[in-house]
């Protein structure tokens, strides 16, 4: 049973830590760097890629424009953030977002006039929304209140599954977002803004000079998701040690009880043994059947755990709030395979003293206790 | 022809107490009473005989075999195919049926599995309806009976009871000893009978006392 939570927890971490990983890469595969206001950078990757945190705030279009003209970037996509729909963002951006993200639509066509919006696979199964649809967006990322009555988006088109980020947005252009803002933000923000631009370099000589030059001659702000992803890992990695170090106490635990189990059941049935000695049965036969004993306890064990683990996350997955780095239980990894032998590898271990134990039992004395 | 003999042995515990053992023959197909009272070595003895525990002096010869010769892995399967042991409490493995029991000590004795021969031993055992049962669905005295078809199921030149009837009442007592009787004759085995039970020994015309 022990062994079954070692290895349930095990597999539960090496699971969501490999899939948010892959998650992760996976979405930010084509974008080099992001630049957006001053604020943290992380934050700036994270709203702005993985569209988990708040924006760092808004930049003037005008000096997004011109440093997407600049001859260092190959493809410069703007983001227009700070709407929902019932927990789903919507995104402002145009067409290049298509093609760096590779979009393809199942049903519909992508947006081109104000107020058309195409919708992720994941947005349209959650929120029953179809091609023809409307809806009205909320400001805010997350709340339900405050509805841009006035504006009704209409879902002209649905994504297919990209199995990234894009599965849960809504997009739609950036004069849709603005529209929506329009009224509210009157006489507060002067020219147009957006939230961030996700950038693709023309070559990889831009990666030493475009970060320096955005960071030192604008009052912008850069970050490369590359560089903050690792930064995050380093951050989540200093939990998933410690959890991973937790579970391998359990293991040594568990190995300690199979030990104790297997110890206790022997003086139990050291008269079954004697007798199977009496019977024609070698010593060593004795020695390979509790080993055997120990390897299957220790394996259905580990077995379960695998089972339990992926049935958890599976679980968690499914209650999963946050969309955007869901977890999946049916995913296999070959990692797994090797908490396989490591459950094999304790079964030996554990087994071993008591198996040598019934190998150099005095039979005599045993049956002649009764 | 001579079945069993022993020389010379001597035993003792820890360096303490010796026990010797005067030396004693049997032919083939007799039947023995191993007499005495409980701590004088009847245990020991008989597990010197089976092979169970060498004795510190002496030689055992098994149908012309000299058992603490063997090997360690030869001597557990002369005395798989060799000897029947009957205990004093049947022991069976609890998680298996009777006939899987059995079946258990025929490929422990590296004997090829015979289902018509352990259909045969419980028949003659009068049990052949429990063969599917778990020990635990048995009474004692078919239990002890389950036992007896284990000894005799390989067809051991052998047969040794110790203290077969004495957790039996007088009924299964009777029948116990009469089944043994009965199977060694049946398997042309030697009978050896340890006891101190008085309602045995009626049945036996050759006893070995232990002082």
New interface residues.
């Given amino acids: 049973m022990l062994i079954a939570f070692g290895t349930a927890i095990l597999t539960i971490l090496l699971l969501a830590s490999t899939q948010i990983e892959q998650k992760l890469n996976n979405n930010s595969k084509d974008i080099d760097l992001v630049v957006g206001a001053k604020g943290s950078p992380l934050q700036l990757i994270l709203s702005s890629i993985y569209y988990i945190d708040f924006p760092t705030g808004n930049i003037p279009l005008k000096e997004a424009n011109e440093l997407a003209h600049n001859p260092f970037v190959k493809r410069a996509v703007p983001l227009a953030l700070g709407d929902n729909y019932n927990g789903t963002r919507i995104v402002g951006t145009d067409s290049n977002y298509i093609s760096l993200y590779g979009l393809k639509t199942q049903s519909g066509k992508f947006w081109q006039a104000d107020l058309e919006a195409t919708i992720g696979a994941e947005v349209a199964k959650a929120q029953k929304l179809k091609v023809g649809d409307t809806f009205f967006g909320a400001h805010g990322l997350t709340e339900n209140k405050d509805l841009h009555k006035e504006h009704a988006y209409k879902v002209v088109g649905i994504l297919a599954p990209q199995g990234n980020v894009t599965d849960n947005l809504i997009l739609t252009n950036v004069a849709s977002v603005w529209e929506m803002h329009g009224e509210e933000a009157n006489g507060e923000i002067e020219g147009k803004e957006i939230t961030s631009l996700l950038i693709q370099y023309r070559s990889p000589m831009s990666v030493a000079m475009f970060p320096r030059m955005v960071n030192q001659m604008t009052s912008l702000q850069s970050a490369s998701p590359a560089m903050e992803s690792t930064r995050l890992f380093s951050l989540i990695g200093v939990g998933v040690d410690t959890l991973q170090w937790f579970a391998v106490l359990i293991m040594l635990i568990a190995a300690i009880s199979v030990f104790i189990n297997l110890f206790n059941s022997l003086k139990e049935r050291s008269?079954?043994l004697a007798?199977?000695?009496?019977?024609?049965?070698?010593?060593?036969?004795l020695f390979l059947i509790v080993i055997l004993e120990g390897l299957i306890l220790t394996i259905a064990g580990t077995i379960l755990g695998l089972a339990l683990g992926h049935l958890t996350l599976g679980f968690i997955g499914a209650y999963q709030e946050s969309s955007q780095a869901k977890l999946s239980g049916l995913i296999f990894i070959s990692n797994e395979f090797y908490l396989l032998l490591t459950g094999l590898a304790i079964g030996i271990f554990a087994s071993i003293i008591p198996a040598s134990q019934a190998y150099r039992a005095n039979?005599?004395k045993i049956?002649?206790k009764? | 022809m001579q079945m069993i003999s022993i020389k010379g042995v001597t035993h003792s515990y820890n360096n303490l107490s010796k026990i010797s053992f005067s030396d004693w023959q049997i032919n083939d197909g007799e039947r023995w009473l191993l007499l005495g009272q409980s701590g004088s070595g009847k245990?020991?003895l008989l597990?010197i005989l089976?092979g169970?525990?060498k004795p510190t002096t002496g030689e055992i010869n098994i149908a012309e075999t000299s058992i603490y010769q063997l090997t360690?892995?030869k001597l557990?399967?002369f005395?798989?195919?060799n000897i029947g042991?009957v205990?004093?409490?049947p022991?069976l493995?609890k998680s298996l049926t009777i006939a899987e029991n059995l079946l258990?000590?025929q490929s422990?004795?590296?004997l090829p599995e015979n289902n018509e021969r352990i259909h045969e031993v419980l028949q003659s055992l009068g049990i052949a309806d429990k063969k599917n049962a778990y020990p635990s669905e048995l009474s004692q005295g078919q239990l002890q009976r389950v036992s007896i078809a284990?000894a005799v199921i390989?067809k051991p030149a052998l047969l040794i009871a110790d203290e077969p009837t004495s957790s039996l009442d007088d009924n299964n007592a009777t029948a116990v000893l009469q089944l043994l009787l009965e199977q060694s004759d049946l398997n042309q085995a030697t009978l050896i009978v340890a006891t101190h039970d008085k309602r045995v020994k009626d049945a036996f015309t050759n006893t070995y006392n232990l002082a």
């Fill in positions: 008269y079954d007798i199977m000695r009496t019977l024609g049965a070698s010593k060593t036969k039979i005599s049956l002649a009764n | 245990t020991t597990h089976t169970i525990l360690s892995k557990d399967q005395r798989g195919r042991i205990f004093q409490r022991h493995i258990l000590a422990f004795a590296q284990r390989n």
